[in-house]
């Protein structure tokens, strides 16, 4: 798994294209497999975007599927775009390919929305937060991982001020403010650090109270990728203990935005949010 490189949203668009040619042929995946001399694995692992499709495959590819002018040249630029490494390709060995992939996703999005229900998100931790979560969630990892870890989160958080930079709207579970990571200190900071935040013209954040009660997302917080390319669907992101989960199927995506909307509306105004904030900060 160390070698495995995460996909960036144009090479799922690239997969997506590949399948949708194939079916347009009338083709089987065993049938393309045959054609081609692969195996049908081979052909599974491009279609979902498990492999990177080497530039000579994609040419095959594209022969079988009869394609040629303009539409062939757009798929054969996006087959060399879709290879292009990113920083976190160099630390995929520590990482693992899904939290990669949400790297990868992250500095490709349009916009975020995320429901964080226990912790500060990691695109806003400050570095001794994120060296106390990093360490809670690694018992046994060594010192050197820790640090590479902290220092990928504090990288990944270039998306919110480059060039473009990525809008993000946070619900912030009124937990989250009294939990003490960390202690006081590194707490009363990481709080502060969240009011400098939300006065960013890209940045939301919203207190959901406690008051509210039940609400959309009880069960636990997800995030929600949005890209500026419209064959790029959303991608809804999942982590627990064990693993990490990618959302894709429009009707299930569709009821997680549902969710961040009402979730949104339940919250606190953007100012009463910052002023809740800054009271927590306050009072550590």
């Given at each position: 798994?160390?070698?495995?490189?995460?996909?960036?949203?144009?090479?799922?668009?690239?997969?997506?294209?590949?399948r949708?040619?194939?079916?347009?042929?009338g083709?089987?995946?065993?049938?393309?497999?045959?054609?081609?001399?692969?195996?049908?694995?081979?052909?599974?692992?491009?279609?979902?975007?498990?492999?990177?499709?080497?530039?000579?495959?994609?040419?095959?590819?594209?022969?079988?599927?009869?394609?040629?002018?303009?539409?062939?040249?757009?798929?054969?630029?996006?087959?060399?775009?879709?290879r292009?490494?990113?920083?976190?390709?160099?630390?995929?060995?520590?990482?693992?390919?899904?939290?990669?992939?949400?790297?990868?996703?992250?500095?490709?999005?349009?916009?975020?929305?995320w429901y964080?229900?226990?912790?500060?998100?990691?695109?806003?931790q400050t570095?001794?937060?994120?060296?106390?979560m990093?360490?809670?969630?690694?018992?046994?990892?060594?010192?050197g991982?820790?640090?590479?870890?902290?220092?990928?989160?504090m990288?990944?958080?270039?998306?919110l001020t480059?060039?473009?930079?990525?809008?993000?709207?946070?619900?912030?579970?009124?937990?989250?403010?009294?939990?003490?990571?960390?202690?006081?200190?590194?707490?009363?900071?990481?709080?502060?650090?969240?009011?400098?935040?939300a006065?960013?013209?890209?940045?939301?954040?919203?207190?959901?109270?406690?008051?509210?009660?039940a609400?959309?997302?009880?069960?636990?917080?997800?995030?929600?990728?949005?890209?500026?390319?419209?064959?790029?669907?959303?991608?809804?992101?999942?982590?627990?203990?064990?693993?990490n989960?990618?959302?894709?199927?429009?009707?299930?995506?569709?009821?997680?935005?549902?969710?961040?909307?009402?979730?949104?509306s339940?919250?606190?105004?953007?100012?009463?949010?910052?002023?809740?904030?800054?009271?927590?900060?306050?009072?550590?």
């Open positions: 798994m160390a070698g495995r490189r995460s996909p960036s949203v144009r090479s799922r668009q690239l997969a997506a294209e590949l949708r040619l194939r079916e347009l042929a083709l089987t995946g065993e049938q393309v497999s045959e054609r081609l001399g692969w195996s049908a694995a081979k052909v599974s692992r491009i279609e979902t975007g498990r492999t990177a499709i080497a530039p000579a495959d994609l040419q095959l590819l594209l022969d079988v599927y009869d394609l040629s002018g303009t539409q062939r040249e757009r798929l054969s630029d996006l087959g060399r775009s879709a292009q490494r990113g920083w976190w390709d160099a630390y995929t060995d520590i990482l693992g390919p899904e939290y990669a992939t949400l790297i990868a996703l992250e500095a490709e999005a349009e916009s975020v929305d964080a229900a226990q912790i500060v998100p990691g695109l806003l570095e001794d937060y994120a060296r106390v990093v360490q809670s969630t690694l018992l046994i990892s060594p010192p991982e820790i640090e590479r870890r902290v220092q990928v989160r990288t990944r958080q270039r998306v480059r060039e473009d930079p990525l809008r993000l709207l946070v619900v912030l579970d009124q937990t989250v403010l009294r939990k003490k990571v960390g202690g006081a200190a590194v707490m009363r900071r990481q709080l502060e650090r969240l009011g400098e935040a006065r960013s013209p890209n940045v939301e954040i919203r207190v959901l109270p406690d008051a509210v009660g609400h959309p997302a009880v069960t636990g917080e997800f995030t929600i990728l949005h890209f500026p390319e419209p064959s790029a669907p959303d991608v809804v992101y999942i982590e627990n203990m064990t693993s989960l990618y959302v894709e199927h429009e009707a299930e995506v569709f009821r997680y935005n549902l969710a961040l909307d009402r979730l949104r339940l919250a606190l105004r953007p100012e009463d949010s910052q002023a809740m904030i800054a009271a927590a900060a306050d009072s550590m």
